[in-house]
């Protein structure tokens, strides 16, 4: 665990939280299970239901756009190998739609197998799609594409061609 890129992004988060006018305490996991990711998970001891809700919006929507700046702000300038990746977690939401990412992907690969035609996963977010390809690439008799353009971005999953 590179100690500084982890107090980079610890810092950077807890700042946000105090603009949103919402000071918490940020909690650093190394999750290698998650690609190798750091997790950065926000306190949520002082806030109201109503709060975490908000925090992590419709369908995790407000979440997936804290981390997208995150990665997108704390590598700016980073040489490639040297950028590092960040999940932001807060009320194990992050954890719940990885369980429910996994089980849509297996009912997929259950599916494809079955027909023999391929299945197109909609309603995905970019960091859901990839964690779906990710999931998917130990199966190998299985493939996965992205097809179209955002907002309408979708996941394909067929056959491997051998």
């Known amino acids: 665990m590179n100690e500084a890129l982890v107090q980079r992004g610890k810092q950077w988060l ?7 006018s919402l000071p918490t305490q940020v ?9 190798g990711s750091y997790w950065l998970t926000i306190s949520d001891t002082s806030f109201t239901p109503e709060q975490t ?11 997936d756009a804290i981390q997208y700046l995150a990665n997108t702000t704390l590598n700016l300038g980073q040489a490639e190998g040297s ?3 960040y999940t932001i977690e807060l009320a194990g ?7 429910e990412l996994q089980a849509i992907a297996d009912q997929a690969a ?4 079955e027909t023999g035609n391929e299945y197109e996963m909609k309603a995905l977010s970019a960091a859901e799609r990839r964690q779906v390809h990710t999931y998917l690439k130990t199966f190998g008799d299985l493939e996965t594409e992205s097809r179209g ?3 309408d971005r979708r996941l394909v999953v067929r056959l491997a061609l051998s």
């Open 14 to 20: 807890e700042d946000l939280m105090q603009l949103m």
């Open 27 to 35: 909690d650093v996991h190394d999750r290698v299970e998650a690609e």
């Open 53 to 63: 809700q908000s925090i992590i919006g419709k369908d995790g929507a407000v979440l």
């Open 83 to 85: 950028q590092q990746a």
């Open 93 to 99: 939401y992050r954890v719940r739609r990885q369980a």
């Open 110 to 113: 259950q599916q494809v197998r």
């Open 149 to 151: 353009r955002e907002p």
